[in-house]
């Protein structure tokens, strides 16, 4: 019998998300896997708490653990491979909170810029610990078992067709695509994506729960689950074959 997959949303450093969510999951074995979709640091403040408990959750439970690169690792790295200012410097990008996880120092508050000798850090993703970095590297764009694909943004679409995750020119377009088209028009395998924050979505497409924008959006064969987790939202979590919904408010 196949077992079950838990499908996280994006976190942001939402450490206590992250606990309230998984205390609510059913026990766990050798049989079930833990997918989360990416995006574990900027906004929230405790990134590092974040990518501390994702990277070392493999040892801590019996069930497999997949975790996934989001469009903000893949920004981060790109920041300290070659330098991405505009990522960077608007402070709706939570970059600053994630900074400040790591070397320690107070929450920025709404819109705070960086202090001149931090946004030099800022600018050269300086402050990350070379594993961290290197587990940035490590992340996957996709994965697909028997119940869904789970990627981080969504599917692109090449001549008509929706492209498969193992058929696109340059993954990165699974981390940072944002579809109207995809989430409306998407028929074939079920796709679980985060990204796109759910009150972003058009709720009239949704069937969960359509008249709470900001739920869980579930399309025809598309599933959103980035809740805003992180930015004044929460975590959200989606069990199969069941389709259990576990929420961490």
């Not at 896997?33 to 574990?40: A, E, K, Q, R």
């Not at 903000?72 to 970059?95: K, M, Q, S, Y």
């Amino acid at each position: 019998m196949p077992g079950r997959t838990f499908a996280i949303g994006d976190i942001h450093g939402d450490i206590f998300a992250v606990y309230r969510l998984l205390a609510k999951f059913p026990e766990l074995d050798e049989t079930d896997t833990i997918v989360f979709l990416g995006d574990y640091v900027d906004r929230g403040p405790h990134s590092a708490r974040v990518v501390d408990y994702v990277r070392n959750l493999a040892g801590q439970t019996k069930a497999k653990v997949v975790a996934l690169r989001g469009n903000h690792e893949d920004a981060w790295l790109r920041v300290v491979d070659r330098g991405w200012d505009g990522f960077v410097t608007p402070p709706i990008n939570g970059c600053l909170a994630a900074y400040r996880s790591f070397i320690g120092g107070p929450v920025p508050q709404e819109h705070e810029e960086p202090r001149d000798d931090e946004r030099l850090m800022l600018l050269t993703g300086g402050f990350y610990p070379d594993e961290v970095l290197a587990w940035f590297r490590s992340l996957p764009y996709w994965y697909e078992d028997q119940h869904a694909i789970f990627v981080h943004a969504g599917l692109p679409k090449k001549e008509g067709q929706w492209v498969h995750p193992s058929a696109v020119d340059d993954p990165t377009v699974l981390l940072w695509i944002r579809d109207e088209d995809f989430f409306i028009n998407y028929r074939g395998k079920t796709v679980v994506f985060g990204h796109t924050t759910t009150s972003c979505l058009p709720p009239e497409y949704s069937s969960f729960t359509p008249d709470d924008p900001d739920d869980l959006w579930a399309g025809t064969n598309v599933i959103g689950i980035d809740t805003g987790a992180g930015k004044g939202g929460f975590l959200t979590a989606i069990q199969f074959p069941e389709m259990h919904v576990y929420e961490s408010r």
